[in-house]
């Protein structure tokens, strides 16, 4: 597939079936013409997640980047200490968290984070980010890739009345899901006094497309609402085991200079735990643009349990 190539040169090469597409002919630090922010929108809505090789972006690069799909938010909610002068970039490095925080941080962090497997960026907030826009600065010689799903075909591939019941549910959703951090770390103590926490449609109708999809994720969501506990454990495993069929996902390799966005509205991806045991150094940064509320198939907007939307300062004080 190539996008109006006589006004943006873009090329989309779709990747797998169901999402993701390499997009080429295009240097993401130059400035970007309307045309080609147009079809990089669009190939977005479509591919779900577009992959870049070769790009030689800095942080101002990156932000500025970013903001072509919308306003960006304050690197992460809870993780504050983003790079100086640059309040936007949230830097993804084992031995930066393990430098601030113990040797054994990872190790607890994985028990009661989303990092402990797949998820959708920031669902704990009643504004999850609409786009994430993700580089690679250093990758090791094997391992660290990242996979993502497509929300909206695990949706359609429900059977019908399956959907209809999915439709009319909501889902509580916090940060560590299940479980939240116990314990006087630093980093439960930055959690627990700073909570998160919303309750989300099950099925999110996106702002853009009019699709449907499905909007729960494990490392996020605890629990379906007004239903059961044994229900909502038998509901979420259901949903689980659809988001995470083989035929929906894409696996990205990374390299230095390599760039990944993707639509937060209709993804979610899985964070690899394959280089914990390896002394390798893996460093990303990623950038995220401000969501808007999602709204159900019958109208239900996500609504706040604790916490505040997702915003440009949404700033923790860190011991």
């Known amino acids: ?10 090329t989309i090469r779709p990747v797998a079936g169901h999402i993701g597409a390499d997009v080429s002919g295009v240097d993401l630090t130059d400035p970007l013409d309307p045309g080609t922010v147009e079809g990089l929108t669009a190939a977005l809505h479509r591919h779900k997640v577009l992959f870049f090789r070769g790009q030689e972006l800095d942080h101002a690069a990156q932000i500025r980047f970013g903001r072509v799909f919308g306003e960006l938010t304050y690197a992460h909610p809870h993780d504050d200490a983003p790079p100086e002068g640059n309040p936007e970039i949230f830097t993804i490095d084992p031995e930066r968290y393990k430098q601030r925080y113990g040797d054994d941080y990872a190790t607890r962090r994985r028990k009661y984070s989303y990092v402990a497997g ?22 090791p010689e094997v391992g660290g890739d990242t996979t993502w799903t ?21 889902a509580e959703h916090r940060y560590g899901g299940g479980e939240a951090p116990k314990g006087g770390s630093s980093y439960a103590r930055r959690v627990n006094d700073n909570l998160l926490v919303s309750i989300h449609p099950v099925v999110r109708v996106h702002p853009a497309t009019g699709e449907r999809a499905l909007f729960v994720n494990p490392g996020f969501t605890s629990h ?13 495993d259901l949903l689980y085991a659809e988001i995470t069929r083989p035929e929906y996902t894409v696996r990205f390799r990374w390299e230095r200079g390599s760039v990944a966005v993707w639509d937060n509205r209709a993804t979610a991806h899985l964070a690899p735990a394959d280089l914990d045991h390896l002394d390798v150094r893996r460093t990303l940064h990623r950038v995220t643009v401000i969501g808007d509320r999602p709204v159900g198939p019958d109208g239900f907007e996500s609504q706040i349990v604790a916490g505040r939307p997702f915003t440009a300062d949404h700033a923790v004080v860190v011991d």
Do not use: C, K, Q
Not at 4 to 9: F, L, N, S, W, Y
Not at 118 to 139: G, K, M, Q, Y
Not at 224 to 236: F, K, T, Y
């Open 1 to 10: 597939m190539t996008i109006a190539p006589e006004r943006t040169g873009l």
């Open 118 to 139: 797949w998820h959708t960026d920031v669902t704990a907030a009643v504004n999850p980010p609409a786009v994430s826009v993700l580089r690679a600065d250093v990758v």
């Open 150 to 170: 497509n929300l909206a075909a695990a949706y359609a591939g429900l059977s019908e009345p399956v959907r209809r019941f999915v439709d009319g549910l909501r």
């Open 224 to 236: 379906i609402v007004d239903v059961e506990p044994r229900e909502s454990r038998a509901i979420l």
